[in-house]
């Protein structure tokens, strides 16, 4: 077990969750909102072996440095890469502390964020925002059948995107790291890039968080009268194209402004942001607790082992 454990923020957990982390410290302790700066959470974490944090804190190596005690950091968070981490991962790994983190727990989500805001667009459902009668992307309503939509990165979420615009009778491209046997299979075809932005009406970008993909090259490639999704946690582009770009006869959607990159473009009046995460169902919480102790009872297992072998 650990000696104490310290969720530094709200992260997420189902009551029953919280109450299961009893289970596997000594002593818990739960703040429930987010600490102002590095002091604060060293404060915080203090004598702790245990800490939890979500997406909202970033944990680097000038804290871990204060909190000697410190052997586990679980992120309630997705975690793809060091480089994308709000945890200096390489700084814990030097030091003996182990990092775990969860991802693909709030997908089912954002793939109907997606199909609803599309949706909404073509038929022209709702009220623009402001506050005017939205009308079809189109002139007339539109189903999302023949639709050329191209995915950019085909990973987890995107191929379930993906998946589910086919199953509505989109065309589906896409572009990634590499070209990937199970999207043939299904019929999505690969393009470069540039390409993929020329030839497709309705891009959808979900990447890794800090990767930047669209640059003033690819917006030309895009071109006027597009419609582009971002569905990751940060922004896939460079800010001053996309403004450019945005001031043509095109439409942008996010969920987050965090996935805008900037709240000045909130009121724009091409810009669709519901700034919240879709992905934050009462299901995906569901599952982030499974998974975020499903972590920590591996880690406690492993700790218990050498204890035993000592």
């Known amino acids: 077990m650990f000696q104490k454990l310290v969720a530094i923020e709200p992260v997420g957990l189902i009551p029953s969750a919280e109450e299961a982390l009893h289970h596997h410290a000594n002593e818990v302790v739960m703040y429930k909102n987010i600490p102002s700066d590095e002091k604060e959470i060293a404060s915080r974490i203090g004598d702790a072996d245990a800490v939890l944090l979500s997406y909202t804190t970033t944990l680097g190596s000038g ?9 586990y950091i679980g992120m309630c968070c997705s975690l793809y890469s060091p480089e994308s981490a709000n945890v200096d991962i390489l700084y814990a790994q030097k030091h003996g502390i182990e990092v775990k983190g969860i991802r693909d727990y709030g997908d089912e989500g954002v793939v109907e964020y997606v199909i609803s805001e599309l949706v909404r667009c073509l038929h022209g459902f709702g009220q623009n925002p402001d506050g005017r009668e939205a009308q079809p992307w189109d002139g007339l309503p539109r189903e999302i059948t023949g639709l050329k939509a191209g995915i950019v990165g085909l990973g987890k979420l995107g191929g379930m995107i993906a998946d589910g615009l086919r199953f509505l009778g989109a065309e589906i491209t896409y572009f990634a790291r590499s070209e990937k046997s199970e999207a043939a299979a299904k019929g999505y075809k690969f393009m470069p890039l540039n390409e993929l932005l020329t030839h497709n009406e309705v891009i959808v970008c979900s990447l890794n968080k800090n990767t930047v993909l669209l640059h003033e090259e690819q917006f030309r490639h895009l071109g006027n009268r597009k419609l582009l999704f971002n569905v990751g946690l940060s922004p896939a582009w460079d800010e001053a194209p996309f403004a450019e770009w945005l ?54 297992r492993g700790l218990d082992g050498e204890r035993v072998k000592r």
């Open 63 to 71: 804290v871990m440095a204060k909190c000697r005690n410190l052997k």
């Open 247 to 300: 001031a043509g006869d095109n439409r942008c959607f996010c969920d987050s402004v965090g996935a805008l990159g900037d709240e000045k473009f909130l009121n724009h009046p091409n810009v669709r942001c519901m700034n919240t995460s879709s992905g934050r169902t009462s299901q995906a919480f569901i599952r982030l607790s499974e998974k975020v102790l499903g972590n920590i009872k591996e880690t406690v």
